[in-house]
């Protein structure tokens, strides 16, 4: 590492001083029984709001002073805090709302925390470096190399807490059973008892935390190796981009679209390009021991980002119009949006002047650092919550007639956009949509029902063999069902009554014989299910249908109508614009057809 480094680590990570570490020893303890105190009561609280709001504080506040404080007395981690904890509380009183109409919170609200933990925990991640920064200079001065080492300290400390704990645990538990061994069971209960297990964890970590933050030699010499081996795969990660965009007039367009992971594809190029050359490179691009070539590569490729950005947001763009607004393409919309901020910065700096881009692009990624927090904590409010974006949109293509109401996802609503998909939901089945739409209207009534569980079975009278078929997609749309298969469903597959379009009924034909599948999750990329045919003028079941080669392009087109078409070949085998279908007899079928010999 260069001498500058080295002198910039010295100045800028001095280590935590004694009554430092000793409070965040502290806060880590408290940490641990203040969430040991939220999970006894979790159960029992009728308001999520509170109990969401509660947890967003006491779990991600103390992260901003773990990373970034530097000083017990700072009045700079008072404001912190006063502005912190009101904001995160409004968020998780905002993930509590959406929860709300859950009655199986362990099922239904997983997604949504996690992704909440995720992006803000990401935010207040980024916040620690800043609060660091403003602590080190004394005024809200923020200088691009400080807050890189502050970074790469932060990912450091997290990386290695969490070794260091999972490691501790291993200890303890060899430990308790080196104990079971000669009959002392003491120290196996403890592992047992709950609040041991969140003081002692909470206890390991704030001693690592303050360990490893009080080693700034240590932290500038993984960082040292780590610029260096991200430097090796900047080279690569740039030529594959170059190559990439020379190759484009060959081959086309069409080759792209054809993978259906064209726009994630180009996304995640872009933001590892972007995350190496901030990393390793923007800082000292004359210091990085590249010949002259491979930095002029290392710009070429910068350059070249919009045109990612360009054929990314197509792509996006495409399966938006195809399939509507859903939570996960309005991320994928967030991020594509974030790396259109950097890549086109940074290209136009460049192509102004490259000799001053060193400098200017620093500035800008303080700037940018930023403008990543407030849009991750944008999308958590009501302001711009991603899920009421995509429950409105979904209705709209509903009602526009954009999707027949048997195809549609009306579980999507329910499970995967809280209270906003619920409203939708309610709001559909008032409306004059639903009483010109049957079918959408007994669906939307069954998803509304209230169930208890993952296979709860929904409330469809199951000796009205019409309420039973609509529960599921026909494929092709015009097939009758025999009836005694339908009257089989509740016994055999109940899972399937429990939301509708859970499950496909599915007629194929190969050469003289009919098979009838019943298919869970259709438009999964792993749709399988159990295959009946007619033997003796009775409907049994004869194997299991399992999918082969399914490719995200065509699994998600869910509003193919057409049923499987028979390959040749020894294989009973299927295939359709989704994916290839291979049938496996039971050994029940097998005897049977042993036994007719």
Same mark, same amino acid.
Not at 187 to 195: E, H, R, V
């Given at each position: 590492?260069?001498?500058?480094?080295? %002198?910039?680590?010295?100045?800028?990570?001095?280590?935590?001083?004694?009554?430092? #570490?000793?409070?965040?020893?502290?806060?880590?303890?408290?940490?641990?029984?203040?969430?040991?105190?939220?999970?006894? *009561?979790?159960?029992?609280?009728?308001?999520?709001?509170?109990?969401?709001?509660?947890?967003?504080?006491?779990?991600?506040?103390?992260?901003?002073?773990?990373?970034?404080?530097?000083? +017990?007395?700072?009045? $700079?981690n008072l404001i912190a805090a006063a502005v912190l904890a009101p904001l995160l509380f409004g968020l998780g009183w905002h993930l509590g709302w959406l929860c709300e109409p859950f009655e199986n919170r362990s099922y239904h609200t997983e997604n949504f925390v996690f992704s909440f933990a995720l992006s803000i925990g990401a935010a207040v991640f980024v916040l620690a470096s800043y609060?660091?920064?403003?602590?080190?200079?004394?005024?809200?001065?923020?200088?691009?190399?400080?807050?890189?080492?502050?970074?790469?300290?932060?990912?450091?400390?997290?990386?290695?807490?969490?070794?260091?704990?999972?490691?501790?645990?291993? *200890?303890?538990?060899?430990?308790?059973?080196?104990?079971?061994?000669?009959?002392?069971?003491?120290?196996?209960?403890? +592992?047992?008892?709950?609040?041991?297990?969140? /003081?002692?964890?909470?206890?390991?970590?704030?001693?690592?935390?303050? *360990?490893? #933050?009080?080693?700034?030699?240590?932290?500038?010499?993984?960082?040292?190796?780590?610029?260096?081996?991200?430097?090796?795969?900047?080279?690569?990660?740039?030529?594959?981009?170059?190559?990439?965009?020379?190759?484009?007039?060959?081959?086309?367009?069409?080759?792209?679209?054809?993978?259906? $992971?064209?726009?994630?594809?180009?996304?995640?190029?872009?933001?590892?390009?972007?995350?190496?050359?901030?990393?390793?490179?923007?800082?000292?691009?004359?210091?990085?021991?590249?010949?002259?070539?491979? $930095?002029?590569?290392?710009?070429?490729?910068?350059?070249?980002?919009?045109?990612?950005?360009?054929?990314?947001?197509?792509?996006?763009?495409?399966?938006?119009?195809?399939?509507?607004?859903?939570?996960?393409?309005?991320?994928?919309?967030?991020?594509?949006?974030?790396?259109?901020?950097?890549?086109?910065?940074?290209?136009?700096?460049?192509?102004?002047?490259?000799?001053?881009?060193?400098?200017?692009?620093?500035?800008? %990624?303080?700037?940018?650092?930023?403008?990543?927090?407030?849009?991750?904590?944008? *999308?958590?409010?009501?302001?711009?919550?991603?899920?009421?974006?995509?429950?409105? %949109?979904?209705?709209?293509?509903?009602?526009?007639?954009?999707?027949?109401?048997?195809?549609?996802?009306?579980?999507?609503?329910?499970?995967?956009?809280?209270?906003?998909?619920?409203?939708?939901?309610?709001? /559909?089945?008032?409306?004059?949509?639903?009483?010109?739409?049957?079918?959408?209207? #007994?669906?939307?009534?069954?998803?509304?029902?209230?169930?208890?569980?993952?296979?709860?079975?929904?409330?469809?009278?199951?000796?009205?063999?019409?309420?039973?078929?609509?529960?599921?997609?026909?494929?092709?749309?015009?097939?009758?069902?025999?009836?005694?298969?339908?009257?089989?469903?509740?016994?055999?597959?109940?899972?399937?009554?429990?939301?509708?379009?859970?499950?496909?009924?599915?007629?194929?034909? #190969?050469?003289?014989?009919?098979?009838?599948?019943?298919?869970? %999750?259709?438009?999964?990329?792993?749709?399988?299910?159990?295959?009946?045919?007619?033997?003796?003028?009775?409907?049994?079941?004869?194997?299991?249908?399992?999918?082969?080669?399914?490719?995200e392009q065509s699994v998600s087109d869910k509003n193919a109508d057409v049923a499987p078409k028979a390959l040749p070949g020894p294989f009973v085998a299927f295939e359709d614009s989704r994916c290839v279908y291979v049938v496996t007899p039971n050994e029940a079928y097998l005897r049977d057809l042993s036994d007719r010999r």
């Amino acid at each position: 590492m260069s001498e500058r480094h080295t %002198n910039a680590n010295s100045d800028y990570t001095p280590g935590l001083d004694r009554l430092t #570490r000793y409070a965040l020893v502290v806060l880590a303890v408290a940490q641990a029984l203040a969430l040991y105190g939220l999970a006894q *009561v979790i159960d029992d609280f009728d308001d999520l709001r509170w109990l969401y709001g509660a947890y967003a504080v006491v779990g991600l506040l103390p992260l901003l002073f773990y990373l970034g404080g530097t000083r +017990l007395y700072d009045i $700079r981690n008072l404001i912190a805090a006063a502005v912190l904890a009101p904001l995160l509380f409004g968020l998780g009183w905002h993930l509590g709302w959406l929860c709300e109409p859950f009655e199986n919170r362990s099922y239904h609200t997983e997604n949504f925390v996690f992704s909440f933990a995720l992006s803000i925990g990401a935010a207040v991640f980024v916040l620690a470096s800043y609060l660091r920064a403003w602590s080190a200079q004394h005024k809200p001065v923020f200088d691009y190399p400080q807050l890189l080492i502050y970074t790469h300290e932060q990912v450091f400390s997290v990386v290695l807490v969490s070794t260091f704990v999972g490691i501790s645990w291993g *200890v303890l538990a060899l430990w308790a059973q080196l104990f079971d061994a000669i009959g002392i069971t003491l120290f196996s209960q403890l +592992l047992d008892n709950t609040l041991f297990v969140y /003081l002692c964890n909470g206890l390991i970590a704030g001693i690592a935390l303050v *360990v490893i #933050r009080n080693q700034p030699r240590l932290i500038a010499t993984l960082s040292a190796i780590t610029r260096g081996l991200l430097r090796v795969l900047l080279v690569p990660v740039a030529l594959a981009i170059v190559l990439f965009a020379m190759a484009l007039p060959w081959v086309g367009l069409e080759q792209i679209w054809a993978t259906g $992971r064209a726009a994630s594809l180009m996304m995640l190029l872009s933001v590892v390009l972007l995350a190496l050359f901030a990393t390793a490179f923007l800082e000292a691009p004359h210091e990085s021991g590249y010949p002259r070539p491979l $930095r002029a590569l290392v710009w070429v490729a910068v350059i070249l980002l919009p045109l990612n950005v360009v054929l990314a947001s197509w792509a996006l763009g495409l399966r938006i119009g195809q399939h509507g607004l859903s939570v996960d393409r309005l991320w994928a919309a967030v991020l594509l949006a974030l790396i259109a901020a950097y890549a086109l910065s940074y290209a136009l700096v460049i192509l102004w002047s490259r000799a001053k881009a060193s400098a200017r692009l620093q500035r800008i %990624n303080v700037v940018m650092g930023l403008i990543v927090v407030g849009t991750l904590i944008l *999308v958590n409010t009501p302001l711009a919550d991603l899920r009421a974006l995509s429950a409105h %949109n979904q209705a709209q293509r509903l009602t526009e007639s954009r999707v027949a109401p048997e195809r549609f996802d009306y579980n999507y609503l329910r499970d995967k956009l809280g209270a906003y998909g619920i409203a939708e939901l309610k709001r /559909l089945q008032d409306s004059d949509f639903a009483k010109g739409h049957p079918l959408a209207a #007994r669906r939307i009534a069954a998803v509304l029902q209230p169930s208890s569980g993952r296979d709860t079975a929904l409330a469809v009278d199951t000796n009205d063999p019409d309420a039973v078929t609509a529960v599921f997609d026909i494929i092709p749309g015009d097939a009758a069902v025999p009836t005694e298969l339908i009257a089989a469903v509740p016994q055999t597959m109940p899972w399937c009554l429990n939301a509708p379009g859970r499950c496909a009924l599915v007629r194929v034909q #190969r050469q003289a014989m009919t098979f009838w599948w019943i298919v869970t %999750n259709p438009a999964s990329t792993h749709p399988s299910g159990r295959t009946y045919g007619e033997i003796d003028g009775q409907w049994r079941q004869i194997g299991r249908v399992s999918s082969r080669g399914c490719s995200e392009q065509s699994v998600s087109d869910k509003n193919a109508d057409v049923a499987p078409k028979a390959l040749p070949g020894p294989f009973v085998a299927f295939e359709d614009s989704r994916c290839v279908y291979v049938v496996t007899p039971n050994e029940a079928y097998l005897r049977d057809l042993s036994d007719r010999r």
